[in-house]
């Protein structure tokens, strides 16, 4: 799902530095499929980048709209994408697929910078014996 948008130019069209570190993160989640963890992260990138530097990585590329991010089980994950979607995940085992969004909710008065997260679980087929 590669997008014009989204690109490791935004980290400095921002105004900050890509240094190796936010590279790597980058070029991970992007590689990585879908939806990643800081821990996951920092696991994958082999204790290279550290948790806590992760967490600021996520945290900068999300201010600038470079991830999107979502809540799985109670853990934050992002994911890379030029513009948003949605996923499903397996409530047995964790397996995800990405989804389109096709919600447009225009403005709303009285809001601004306005965003929405919506995630569906259900039983994969393998885990629902089909
Ligand atoms: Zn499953
Ligand atoms: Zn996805
Ligand atoms: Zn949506």
């Known amino acids: ?37 800081a821990d996951e992260i920092s696991k994958a ?16 590329f999300e201010k600038i709209g470079l991830v999107f991010r979502e809540k799985t089980e109670g853990v934050n994950r992002y994911y890379i994408d030029a513009i948003q979607h949605h996923h499903i995940v397996c409530r047995e085992c964790g397996y995800t697929r990405c989804l389109p969004c096709s919600h447009s909710f225009g403005n709303i008065k009285g809001f601004s910078d306005i965003s929405h997260t919506l995630v569906l679980t259900g039983l994969c087929n393998r885990c629902a014996g089909k």
């Not at 014009?4 to 980058?26: E, N």
């Not at 990138?45 to 900068?60: D, E, F, M």
């Open 1 to 37: 799902m590669a997008g014009m948008k989204s690109s490791m130019d935004s980290i400095r069209k921002a105004g900050y530095k890509l240094t190796p570190q936010r590279r790597a993160v980058y070029e991970l989640i992007r590689s990585c499929g879908c939806l990643m963890s």
């Open 45 to 60: 990138l082999g204790g290279s980048v550290n948790l806590v530097s992760v967490y600021r990585t996520l945290k900068l």
